[in-house]
């Protein structure tokens, strides 16, 4: 049972350039989120999604995008790249509002924008 | 809307000392839930306690206590005898489980412990 995998774990780049993470969960969770935590901060809610074909923004959504074509997986889009991406983002799923079940958290992705 | 604080953004003690760690909330909601979160230095986060706004016993985990108190709105976590490896960032956060609902998380306390 992997839970939450996300990919890639650490990624450089430069001004401008585009790039998806990729989060992945085989628990069937509906719930799924994704997270950024800048250095010295807690986490902040970028994008979320109830099940699929569903989504909704958070509280930082500018500059990223997401789609859930499948209950397993939900990608982060970054297009045109800014150093104030640079952050660690992170996937969490959950089977429901996370109150009752918890939520799970993937391993995380370090990304530099330079 | 809902908002955690953590007021001490950095703590450190030396091996052995007992610490708390505050945690205050804020939420229009009855039912709610809270969590501690411990995020070591390799960066993940690991679950340390779910809390639902109904139960306000307090926990004991070996040496992690929490201590709720909704009169105070408040979810403190307290290390006894702490170690070395307990040096962590801890986070608390909250859920008020409607639909689709996130974690809103506070800004972390780092606590160092020194040998």
């Known amino acids: 049972n992997a839970g939450v995998t996300q990919t890639p774990k650490f990624r450089i780049l430069k001004i401008g350039q585009s790039m998806t993470l990729q989060c992945t969960q085989d628990?069937?969770?509906?719930?799924m989120y994704w997270y950024r935590q800048d250095p010295g901060m807690g986490l902040k809610l970028i994008y979320y999604?109830?099940?699929?074909?569903?989504?909704d923004k958070g509280e930082v959504p500018n500059g990223y995008n997401v789609s859930r074509s499948t209950t397993e997986d939900f990608p982060l889009r970054l297009e045109l790249a800014a150093p104030s991406q640079t952050s660690v983002y992170f996937c969490?799923?959950?089977?429901?509002?996370?109150?009752?079940?918890?939520?799970?958290f993937g391993s995380g992705t370090r990304l530099t924008v330079v | 809307a809902q908002k955690v604080t953590q007021a001490q953004t950095e703590i450190s003690v030396v091996e052995k000392e007992d610490v708390t760690l505050d945690c205050v909330y804020e939420?229009?909601?009855?039912?709610?839930?809270l969590f501690w979160y411990k995020q070591p230095p390799s960066g993940e986060l690991v679950f340390l306690i779910r809390?639902?706004?109904?139960?306000?016993q307090n926990e004991i985990s070996g040496r992690y206590s929490w201590n709720f108190q909704k009169s105070t709105s408040s979810f403190n976590f307290t290390i006894t005898a702490s170690q070395v490896v307990d040096s962590a960032v801890y986070f608390c956060?909250?859920?008020?489980?409607?639909?689709?609902?996130?974690?809103?998380f506070g800004g972390g306390t780092r606590l160092m412990v020194k040998p």
């Open positions: 969490a799923s959950s089977y429901s509002p996370g109150g009752n079940y918890g939520y799970t």
């Open positions: 628990m069937n969770h509906n719930y």
């Open positions: 999604s109830v099940g699929a074909g569903i989504t």
């Open positions: 939420t229009r909601d009855t039912t709610y839930y």
């Open positions: 809390r639902n706004s109904f139960d306000e």
């Open positions: 956060a909250l859920t008020n489980n409607n639909a689709g609902n996130m974690l809103t």
